[in-house]
C-alpha cells in the first residue's frame, strides 16, 4: 500500500453525457467502477466544476449524487450562450461540454491505477486472475 | 426481480428526433412480431425548434405541418404492424396531427390495408388568439411584442391512453412529452389509473430511456478505446419490456449492432435529468436517485427502483417567435502561421463590424468549447494550429445589417490576409424560445377518432 497519487484526467475514471435545456445544461458522470466513485465524490466538487468551466461563466452549478448508479449529474445554469435557439456557437445544444469535464484532472492513488480505463486497464474477468490490492 | 403477473408489454422505439435515421423501424417491428404479445411502436420526433418550424410550413401549406419524414419513416413497416396487431404512437403530427392522421389513412389504401383506426391528440396548440390572454398572464406584455410562430403546452399520456382504451391503432399527437408516448400505452394496456404514481414513473423512466432512439443502445456513446460500440453503422433501436409494475428491462431489435449494458443505460437515464429525485412531466414527478441497473443479460438490462411522486399542477409551455437573422461566415487558413492569419482576420472582421457582435471561431484550434463572449479565445495565447477554419457568427435584428457580416468575410478573399481560401456565408432567420408554465386545467387535451373515409 501506497501514498503515492498520480493525476490523470476524468476520462480515465469515468464516462459521461451532456443534455440541455434552455440555458442549462447537464452532464452526467459515471464512474468506470464502484471503488472509483469516492474519488469522484471528492473532488468533483461544485466549486471544482464551477472553476473548470469558468470561462462559461456559470450562474449556478448543482452536484446531485447518485451512489446507487456509481454516478453523479451535474446542472450548470447559463453556461450555453442563451441555449440551441440563441447560442452563437456551432455547438448551440452544448454536446461537446461532457468532454470538457471529462479532461478535469483527478488525484488518484498509484495502487488504484489499474481501475482506469486506458491504457494497462485490468478488466474484472483478468481481475480474478490478477488481484489487485487498494 | 419478481415476475411478472401477466406477459410483458413490449414497447419499440423507431425514432429518437426529426432527422433520424427512417430504416430503423423495420428491425424493431421484425423483433417485436418474433417475440409475440402484446406490442406498441412509438417514434418520437419532436424538438423544441422542431415544431416551431412544422408551423412555419403549415402557413405555407394548410396539408403541411407534420413530421416531413413520416412517409418514408412509417410506410415500410404500416401493414406489418397492422397485420400483427402492433398499434402505432407517435408526436409525428407536429403542428399538424390531423393532416398527419390523413396522410396516413391515404398511405394504408394504397398499400391495400383495411382503414386503420387513428386517433388524433390535440389540444396541446396554444398559438391561437383564444389562448394569447393566457400565454400573456404568465409571460406578460412580451407576448405582444414578439412574431409568434408556435406556443405549444407539453401535454401528458392521458389522452393517448383514453385513445387507446376507445381501439385506436394509431395515434397521431403533437406536443405530448416524449415519455408520454410509452406511459400511455403502458396506461392503456394495464388500466393503471392517472394518480398510480409509483407504476407512471416507472413507465415515465422506461420512455425516458426509449424517447432518443439508439441513444440507448450505443448510439451516441461509442468512444474508441474508452467505450467501443460493435457495429455502429448498423445500431439498433430500442424495446423496452415492461412488467405491471411498470418495471422495465431494456434491449434492442434483433440482429443489429451497437449494445445495451449498464454504461449506455446510465448515460441515457441522467440524459437531460435535472434533479435526479423529481424528472418532471405532465404525468408524474419521477424519482430516480434510489434507482438500479442490472445486467441480466447480453444487451438486455433491468431498471428497478424508481419511484413517483403527484403530478405537477401546471403545464411547460414553450412558444417560438421570430428573432431576427444569424448571419455566419467561414474562411480557411493552413500552413505556417495559419493559426495567426486566421486571428489577424478576425481583428479585421471586428473592426470593419463594430455594430455586430462577433462570435469568433478558429476551427481546429479552438471553436465549440469556447463561449460567445470570447473569454476562453481572449485568454488561450495564440498557438502554431496549421490548419485553421475562422468562423465568425452573429445575429442582428435587421436583415441588411445582418448581411453585411458576409459581405465583409468575402471581401476578406483581396483584403485580408494572405492565403485565405474557402470562404461560405450563409444567413438564416433565427426563431427564439420563451418558456413558461400554464395551469393544467387551462390545457384541456382530447383525442378523436378520424372518421372512416369510406
Not at chain 2, 448510439?219 to 423496452?240: C, M, N, Q, R, S
Not at chain 2, 456565408?425 to 413558461?436: D, F, I, K
Request: aromatic share 4%.
Amino acid at each position: 500500500m501506497t501514498s503515492a497519487v498520480i493525476t490523470v484526467p476524468l476520462y480515465r475514471l469515468a464516462h459521461g453525457r451532456t443534455g440541455d435545456k434552455g440555458n442549462r445544461s447537464n452532464i452526467s458522470v459515471i464512474a468506470w467502477d464502484a471503488a472509483l466513485y469516492p474519488l469522484l465524490a471528492a473532488q468533483l466538487t461544485e466549486e471544482a466544476v464551477a472553476a473548470h468551466f469558468s470561462h462559461r461563466r456559470p450562474s449556478h452549478v448543482q452536484r446531485y449524487l447518485l451512489p446507487g448508479l456509481q454516478a453523479m449529474n451535474f446542472v450548470l445554469d447559463g453556461v450555453l450562450d442563451g441555449g440551441v435557439n440563441d447560442a452563437l456557437n456551432l455547438d448551440t445544444h452544448g454536446k461537446a461540454l461532457s468532454y470538457w469535464l471529462l479532461d478535469m484532472p483527478v488525484a488518484v492513488p498509484v495502487a488504484m491505477t489499474p481501475l482506469l480505463r486506458g491504457p494497462n486497464w485490468i478488466s474484472p474477468q483478468d481481475r480474478a486472475t490478477r488481484p489487485i490490492t487498494i | 426481480m419478481t415476475p411478472p403477473a401477466s406477459p410483458a408489454l413490449l414497447i419499440g422505439c423507431a425514432a429518437g428526433f426529426s432527422g433520424d435515421r427512417v430504416d430503423a423501424a423495420g428491425a424493431v417491428v421484425d423483433t417485436l412480431i418474433r417475440r409475440g404479445g402484446p406490442a406498441f411502436l412509438i417514434f418520437e420526433t419532436l424538438a423544441e425548434r422542431t415544431l416551431a418550424l412544422a408551423q412555419l410550413r403549415r402557413r405555407a401549406d394548410p396539408q403541411a405541418g407534420f413530421e416531413p419524414l413520416l412517409d418514408d419513416m412509417l410506410r415500410p413497416v404500416l401493414a406489418r404492424c397492422m397485420r400483427h396487431g402492433i398499434r402505432i404512437v407517435s408526436n409525428f403530427g407536429a403542428a399538424n396531427p390531423l393532416a398527419a392522421a390523413q396522410h396516413i389513412r391515404t398511405m394504408a389504401q394504397e398499400l391495400g390495408l383495411p382503414a386503420p383506426r387513428i386517433a388524433v391528440v390535440s389540444g396541446d396548440d396554444l398559438s391561437g388568439q383564444g389562448q394569447r390572454a393566457l400565454l400573456r398572464a404568465q409571460l406578460g406584455a412580451a407576448v405582444d411584442d414578439i412574431h409568434m410562430v408556435s406556443a405549444n403546452a407539453y401535454i401528458g399520456a392521458e389522452a393517448i391512453a383514453a385513445a387507446l382504451d376507445a381501439g385506436a391503432q394509431i395515434v397521431v399527437a403533437g406536443r405530448v412529452a416524449d415519455p408520454s408516448l410509452t406511459v400511455g400505452p403502458a396506461m392503456s394496456h394495464f388500466g393503471w389509473r392517472a394518480d398510480d404514481w409509483d407504476r407512471l414513473a416507472r413507465a415515465t423512466m422506461a420512455g425516458h430511456l426509449l424517447e432518443c432512439g439508439a441513444q440507448v443502445c450505443g448510439g451516441y456513446f461509442a468512444d474508441p478505446g474508452y467505450k467501443d460500440v460493435p457495429d455502429l453503422h448498423d445500431v439498433g433501436y430500442p424495446i423496452a419490456e415492461i412488467g405491471s409494475e411498470g418495471d422495465c428491462v431494456i434491449g434492442k431489435a434483433d440482429g443489429t449492432g451497437g449494445c445495451v449494458n449498464l454504461a449506455s443505460v446510465t448515460e441515457q437515464l441522467l440524459y437531460e435529468v435535472h434533479d435526479p429525485a423529481a424528472y418532471l412531466t405532465p404525468d408524474v414527478v419521477a424519482d430516480i436517485s434510489e434507482a438500479q441497473l442490472t445486467q441480466l443479460a447480453p444487451d438486455r438490462v433491468g431498471l428497478r427502483g424508481v419511484r413517483g411522486h403527484a403530478r405537477p399542477g401546471n403545464l411547460k409551455v414553450n412558444v417560438c417567435h421570430e428573432g431576427g437573422w444569424l448571419a455566419e461566415g467561414e474562411i480557411s487558413y493552413a500552413g505556417p502561421r495559419a493559426e495567426a492569419r486566421a486571428r489577424l482576420a478576425a481583428d479585421v472582421l471586428r473592426r470593419r463590424l463594430p455594430d455586430l457582435q462577433l462570435r469568433v471561431d478558429l476551427i481546429g484550434a479552438l471553436s465549440v468549447m469556447a463561449d460567445d463572449g470570447g473569454a476562453l479565445l481572449a485568454t488561450t495565447p495564440g498557438g502554431d494550429a496549421r490548419d485553421v477554419r475562422l468562423r465568425v457568427a452573429a445575429t442582428h435584428a435587421n436583415r441588411g445589417a445582418a448581411e453585411r457580416l458576409g459581405r465583409e468575410v468575402t471581401a476578406l478573399y483581396c483584403c485580408g490576409p494572405a492565403g485565405g481560401g474557402g470562404v461560405r456565408t450563409t444567413l438564416t432567420s433565427r426563431l427564439n424560445t420563451l418558456s413558461c408554465l400554464v395551469p393544467r386545467e387551462a390545457v384541456p387535451a382530447s383525442f378523436e377518432m378520424l372518421e372512416d373515409a369510406s
